[in-house]
């Protein structure tokens, strides 16, 4: 097992998730589902972990997706993850590289999505009530003649 440069005070800080031996570390890439010009990395790893008393625990698979990534792991590494269960395989944005003391993150661009769809729905929304407020203008305006216009205004020749 990889010798932990962690300090107590940052193993108390850690203490949601899972830590354990990185095993089986495996990367692949597929084409986005957002955009099919970009290909994403998918890191895939169990975690190995032990009791109190050094009995072997289920394994814990992990899945980290990203355009690409701050920060590295190895089989043989200790790490401390957290995140959201999917399909049995606990999904990660980040997690702590205990072994090199770093922080991994994938990095995507998902907020920028977001923020693009959010800036295109209020403009399509703008469009939508310029429209609907000039058409609801035409269609009441009133029509005919003006009360104070009177025939005798037109001068025959």
Do not use: C
Request: a positive charge; charged letters at 25%.
């Amino acid at each position: 097992m990889a010798e932990s440069r962690v300090t107590a005070a940052e193993r108390r800080r850690l203490t949601q998730g899972f830590t354990g031996t990185v095993r089986d570390f495996q990367v692949r890439r597929e084409r986005s589902v957002v955009s099919g010009d970009n290909e994403i990395e998918i890191w895939h790893f169990r975690i190995e972990r032990h009791d109190d008393r050094g009995n072997r625990m289920d394994p814990v698979p992990v899945e980290m997706r990203g355009l690409t990534f701050s920060g590295s792991v190895s089989n043989g590494d200790e790490v401390h993850v957290s995140g959201r269960w999917r399909n049995g395989t606990l999904r990660v944005e980040e997690f702590t590289n205990l072994t090199t003391r770093a922080q991994v993150k994938g990095k995507s661009y998902g907020r920028l999505h977001k923020v693009a769809l959010v800036i295109a729905v209020i403009l399509m929304l703008a469009i939508a009530a310029f429209i609907v407020s000039n058409w609801i203008a035409i269609w009441t305006a009133p029509t005919g003649e003006p009360d104070d216009w009177l025939p005798t205004d037109w001068r025959t020749p």
